[in-house]
């Protein structure tokens, strides 16, 4: 956050040029201003507090200032972007270079845009930026201001909306397919078994009908399934151990699931508190997110698992207040999820694998949202994914 001394003039002119008409939180921070300007707070640290990404450019383009905000949402050390170019920092983001040069002359026009900042390890970050010139009084340019919004959670808020609708529709759906399909599903499986009886023991036809009886227990569990996601889940909230939970999943999960040379990193916090929710429910999403990450190793690799306790107070659910919180973490070094499957995974049906059925993280979206609870997903495609779940501590 350096920003040369003689700009701190240029700075104030800034700040009014950028936030004509300040809003409230803005004029929270403007209110204490003269007593700031008192004790000696400087320009460079008022903006530095700015939750957004305040950057500036001089006129030939060189980073001027760059806030903390910036810093994290581009990855970049102020000390190294000071002094670099536009076109250098931002050169995997053309939507944004080419928002930048409208600020410059000949145009010296405000612009606003949307797009993604990549980072230097390829995670993207959802941005909203508006880039304004900065202008002496005779009109002539100084550079330009670039304030920089994260979107990620306005994106994730979005997503969850249309995802809950989807699953709304597919839960109505299922719920009248099911009463239709299982009464066949029962006919056939009850003719498979009289079949089974008529035929000798020694008969090479005895393999059909357990290929009958296995796939109608098959569709039957993807109709419970699907029934989760329609109905909502009934759940028995009582106080537990998360750790305990885990535990179960992964001793249930090597005896199947793994291949011998999968490690299992356990980074539990030993004094995270209980938690608020329904054992069985629990073990169901922590299974499949496990059993998601052993198949995208391939069956070796290290999964990773942490809880932490959020030390920030979040407001969850409809009506539930302010709550404290944990995050669990899965992380996997497998094949990673591409950009363009990221949006579809927690919709029902998605897969990318020859058997699967797509529900696994459908349900478990639909499970956690019910304990009030978010589950999010950060993946580089080739370097992993790591799937995020919080979930609210027992009061
Ligand atoms: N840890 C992961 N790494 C890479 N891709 C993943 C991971 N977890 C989920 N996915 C992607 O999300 C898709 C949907 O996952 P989901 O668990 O819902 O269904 P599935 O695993 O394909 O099938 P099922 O769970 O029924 O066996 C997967 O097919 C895969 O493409
Ligand atoms: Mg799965």
Redesign the pocket.
């Known amino acids: 956050m350096q920003a040369p001394r003689g700009r701190n003039v240029c700075l104030i002119g800034f700040i009014c040029y950028a936030f004509p008409r300040p809003p409230i939180h803005v004029m929270k921070t403007i209110k204490p201003l003269s007593a700031a300007l008192e004790r000696q707070i400087s320009w460079e640290q008022i903006l530095s507090s700015v939750e957004d990404g305040v950057i500036t450019l001089d006129r030939s383009g060189k980073v001027s200032f760059f806030n903390e905000a910036a810093e994290m949402l581009t990855d970049l050390a102020a000390s190294r972007a000071m002094s670099l170019s536009f076109l250098r920092i931002f050169r995997k983001e053309t939507w944004l270079v080419e928002l930048i040069k409208k600020s410059f002359p000949p145009t010296q026009e405000s612009a606003r845009g949307e797009g993604d900042l990549v980072s230097r390890w390829g995670k993207k970050v959802p941005v909203g930026v508006t880039v304004s010139p900065l202008l002496e009084p005779d009109g002539s340019c100084l550079g330009s201001i670039l304030l920089v919004r994260n979107l990620t959670h306005h994106k994730e808020l979005e997503e969850d909306l249309k995802r809950a609708d989807r699953l709304a529709m597919v839960g109505t759906l299922a719920a009248g397919l099911a009463h239709e399909i299982r009464n066949p599903l029962g006919g056939i499986k009850g003719a498979a078994q009289l079949l089974r009886r008529s035929l000798d023991p020694d008969s090479s036809l005895l393999e059909y009908t357990n290929i009958m009886n296995r796939e109608v227990d098959r569709v039957n569990l993807l109709i419970e399934q699907l029934l989760d996601l329609s109905r909502p889940a009934k759940l028995e909230i009582v106080p537990i151990n998360i750790h305990q939970v885990l535990e179960e999943v992964l001793s249930l999960e090597l005896k199947t699931e793994a291949g011998p040379t999968v490690y299992v990193k356990k980074r539990f916090d030993p004094s995270l508190p209980l938690i608020r929710g329904d054992r069985n429910r629990l073990t169901q999403v922590f299974l499949?997110?496990v059993?998601?990450?052993h198949?995208?190793m391939n069956g070796s690799g290290t999964l990773t698992i942490t809880t932490r306790l959020e030390t920030d107070r979040h407001v969850r659910g409809q009506g539930a207040g302010r709550s404290r919180f944990i995050w669990v973490e899965?992380a996997?070094h497998?094949?990673?999820?591409k950009d363009e499957?990221l949006l579809h995974?927690?919709s029902p049906f998605?897969?990318?694998?020859n058997?699967?059925?797509?529900?696994?993280?459908?349900?478990?979206y639909w499970i956690i949202k019910e304990h009030g609870g978010i589950i999010r997903?950060e993946?580089v495609e080739g370097k992993?994914?790591t799937?995020k779940v919080s979930l609210v501590v027992a009061d």
Do not use: E, Y
Request: net charge neutral; aromatic share 8%.
């Open positions: 499949n997110l059993k998601n990450g198949q995208a899965i996997d497998g094949i990673g999820i499957d995974i927690f998605f897969t990318t694998k058997s699967g059925t797509g529900l696994g993280l459908a349900v478990c997903v993946s992993g994914s799937f």
